[in-house]
């Protein structure tokens, strides 16, 4: 099986793991590094893969829990970390640096050479995992 053609019986957490070593350099590092850090704040975390299509095969890395946590993007000059509900999420910290225009996604930009916040970020999932418990309990 090859890195361009996921198959169907691979796990999302396998392909990831592709999509990372295919992107490589300074992004698939901090792709590798944010994943572990969500995986940190939340063992329980899901990876998923959304929004798959002929530009992008092997769709967008996503962590769940009782809902959408985030995404995680990774393009030219960034790695794009989306919170689904980072709008309602408390942010102390001044991670959230993209778009910040809407009423419910919030976003980290992180650039090469970009330090991570790691304890704010932690915070933030955590935030996102209590957000999402507290919706599907109503």
Do not use: H
């Not at 970390?81 to 809407?102: I, K, Q």
């Amino acid at each position: 099986m090859s890195p361009s053609s996921p198959d169907a019986e691979q796990s999302a957490s396998e392909i990831i793991d592709e999509k990372i070593a295919q992107v490589g350099g300074w992004r698939g590092a901090m792709l590798t590094r944010l994943r572990a850090l969500i995986k940190q704040a939340d063992p329980e975390a899901v990876e998923e893969l959304k929004w798959r299509k002929p530009s992008n095969p092997s769709g967008v890395p996503v962590w769940s829990n009782g809902g959408i946590i985030c995404t995680g993007e990774t393009y030219k000059d960034k790695v794009k970390l989306t919170f689904a509900n980072g709008a309602a999420l408390d942010d102390p910290s001044g991670l959230f640096n993209s778009s910040l225009e809407g009423n419910t996604r919030r976003a980290i930009d992180l650039r090469e050479g970009d330090a991570i916040d790691e304890g704010a970020l932690k915070d933030l999932v955590r935030q996102a995992v209590s957000l999402n418990a507290s919706r599907t309990r109503g």
